[in-house]
């Protein structure tokens, strides 16, 4: 951008998840200007393009915060401080906390600010009154789920989404589920998450007699694990030498009992979640990262796994087929089905290493041509300008 946009990504913490870090530091790097709200959850230094106004989790910080802040607004901005009170009250959003998290918003004023989860998207419509461009990413569970179980949040998304200047979706299976809320298809760019191949190790780990499988998630229903279970329990009836791996699943009881029930106890790891660097090492040292989900948006892992050259086998959920094609770069499922599962990881415990590193490599070529840092980066750029040149 020719002036430099003042662009908020809001996630709500500092720092926020791996990928949306990974956009923050991107565009930073490529010239943005990057604000950041929230509360300060861990250090991190930024660079000088990054700026960061956070508040900590202590009752002084917030009063000084909320002072400061209310200070500089009554002072310069007086008559925006007071529609914004008064949209916060209308709105029922007016406690202490409310006030910390708005008013240095308002008071800094970026000329876009981009809320990476769904769930907030309501509460920070009210940016839009002070000119400021409302941008939404639509992620995974935020769309895909959630407004299903809960049908005041599907309310708020039907209340909102008209109305957002334009979406930022992960991948086009998404961009289908938003309209189903009233988002315009017009509004909805699909961006996919972008990554640094170099911050991968490129190499496919040896083959071994006994497949060495890996899946990393938190321990939730929609991870699809119990539907992994079952199939490693049809593998170990036929024979097939494997281990099983689970990060982030330590202490999942159903999971524990279902290991149990299917004697999978000398199969199945369950670990607790793990730094990113030692989930890399991890995937990188496995033969196989299996992805059951019911529902996704376009997993992360995956796309790191396939960055590692290690060979991925997903089900069909969300925009998964839009990064994996049955055979040719990886394996597809159908969600749901064990026995289609089994029958993909005995077939991989059998492929020869031509095989296996003609897949690794195809996928790493879809990597990068369509996942990388910067094929995301100028896409978002396009985004924010394409947002700030409306109206």
Request: net charge positive; proline share 3%.
């Amino acid at each position: 951008m020719k002036d430099k946009k003042k662009i908020a990504i809001y996630s709500g913490s500092i720092p926020s998840t791996t990928f949306v870090e990974r956009l923050i530091l991107a565009l930073s790097k490529n010239g943005c200007e990057v604000y950041l709200f929230g509360l300060q959850k861990g250090k991190i230094k930024y660079n000088s393009n990054i700026s960061s106004f956070a508040y900590r989790n202590s009752k002084v910080h917030k009063a000084w915060y909320l002072m400061k802040y209310t200070f500089l607004l009554l002072c310069f901005k007086a008559n925006d401080k007071r529609k914004l009170d008064t949209i916060l009250k209308s709105n029922s959003q007016y406690t202490l906390l409310d006030k910390v998290k708005c008013y240095p918003v308002l008071w800094h004023k970026p000329d876009v600010f981009h809320v990476q989860w769904a769930k907030g998207a309501e509460y920070w419509s009210w940016v839009q009154q002070f000119n400021i461009k409302y941008i939404l990413s639509l992620r995974g569970a935020h769309i895909n789920y959630s407004p299903i179980a809960d049908e005041e949040l599907a309310d708020s998304y039907r209340r909102c989404f008209p109305r957002v200047d334009r979406f930022h979706a992960v991948s086009r299976a998404i961009k289908i589920e938003a309209q189903k809320y009233g988002a315009e298809p017009s509004k909805i760019d699909v961006v996919y998450s972008g990554l640094t191949v170099s911050d991968f190790e490129n190499k496919m780990s040896p083959k071994s007699s006994c497949l060495n499988i890996v899946s990393v998630g938190r321990s939730h229903w929609i991870k699809g694990y119990h539907y992994a279970l079952d199939a490693c329990k049809v593998l170990k009836d036929r024979d097939v030498q494997f281990t099983y791996t689970i990060v982030g699943a330590k202490g999942y009881l159903e999971l524990l009992y279902q290991i149990k029930d299917l004697g999978l106890e000398n199969h199945v790891v369950l670990l607790d979640a793990l730094p990113m660097e030692e989930v890399k090492k991890m995937i990188q040292k496995a033969n196989l990262l299996l992805l059951p989900s019911v529902m996704e948006g376009i997993a992360n892992v995956v796309l790191e796994a396939m960055a590692s050259k290690t060979l991925v086998l997903s089900t069909n959920c969300g925009g998964m087929e839009e990064v994996i094609e049955h055979k040719v770069n990886g394996f597809i499922c159908p969600i749901r089905d064990k026995d289609k599962m089994a029958n993909c990881l005995e077939e991989i415990s059998r492929l020869s290493d031509s095989e296996r590193e003609l897949m690794v490599n195809r996928a790493l070529d879809t990597i990068e041509n369509q996942h990388t840092e910067f094929e995301m980066v100028d896409n978002m750029i396009d985004l924010y300008k394409n947002v700030l040149n409306e109206g």
